[in-house]
């Protein structure tokens, strides 16, 4: 089974500051990989994901993934936040089989004025 | 607007109460889930429906009942409830698993 895990439950950065949140997935298959972003009291919203092709992927709000298959991890980064990034990030893997998302649990970044 | 549409976005129940929580999707999906996001917990998936039919339960107390009449619609009928059920219920929709998921905004619910 698919497995998500997000080492980071909590990242506080300084607004203007470069950001790295981790992700690492276990699979021996091939997989699809997303970032979701949560406003407070809001749903999930698509960042970004990757399906193949180029290992780097770019998304809304300046944010951008690098998938890398040898360490199994999709890092999310963006080289300057601001405070509106104040959010809970989710990674997301898919698995086929069961044709259905698998949710990492959250990296609450904290952005700094 | 994201294309799902959860209403209420709030609700108060009493433990005695019935209340249902709905969910609509236009944008032709074909699977519908509920997930429960509680306080400082992972995202839980409780139901999944894939045209119609449900595919999925995670185990999930029968005070918690589900309906999909259709691939636009899901409902989440709610009684007696706990307090501990309290928590933001999610809604989600997809076509295929490689285009992720469309998310609602959430109904935050309240047992008291």
């Known amino acids: 089974a698919q497995s998500v895990t997000q080492l980071d439950s909590q990242v506080p950065v300084f607004e203007e500051a470069p950001v790295e949140l981790r992700c690492n997935y276990s699979?021996?298959?091939?997989?699809?990989l997303f970032w979701y972003v949560q406003y407070p009291n809001q749903g999930l919203q698509l960042l970004l994901k990757?399906?193949?092709?180029?290992?780097l992927v770019k998304g809304i709000n300046g944010f951008e993934a690098e998938f890398n298959k040898s360490q199994t991890s999709f890092h999310l980064r963006k080289p300057s936040v601001h405070i509106s990034d104040t959010a809970e990030y989710f990674c997301?893997?898919?698995?086929?089989?069961?044709?259905?998302?698998?949710f990492g649990t959250g990296t609450r970044l904290q952005v700094f004025p | 607007e994201t294309g799902v549409t959860q209403t209420p976005r709030h609700l108060v129940m009493g433990m005695t109460n019935k209340k249902s929580l709905k969910c609509e999707q236009h944008?032709?999906?074909?699977?519908m889930y509920w997930y429960k996001q509680s306080a400082k917990k992972p995202l839980e998936l409780m139901f999944v429906?894939?045209?119609?039919?449900?595919?999925e339960n995670n185990s999930v107390p029968s005070r918690f009942s589900p309906e999909c009449p259709n691939s636009s619609h899901l409902f989440l009928h709610l009684h007696t409830l706990q307090p501990e059920d309290s928590a933001l219920y999610l809604c989600?929709?997809?076509?295929?698993?490689?285009?992720?998921?469309?998310f609602g905004s959430g109904t935050r619910l309240t047992v008291v």
């Open positions: 997301a893997v898919s698995d086929l089989e069961a044709d259905k998302l698998i």
């Open positions: 990757y399906l193949s092709g180029s290992t």
């Open positions: 429906y894939n045209f119609k039919e449900q595919t």
């Open positions: 989600a929709s997809s076509l295929r698993v490689e285009g992720g998921y469309t």
């Open positions: 944008l032709g999906h074909n699977a």
């Open positions: 699979s021996s298959v091939s997989v699809y």
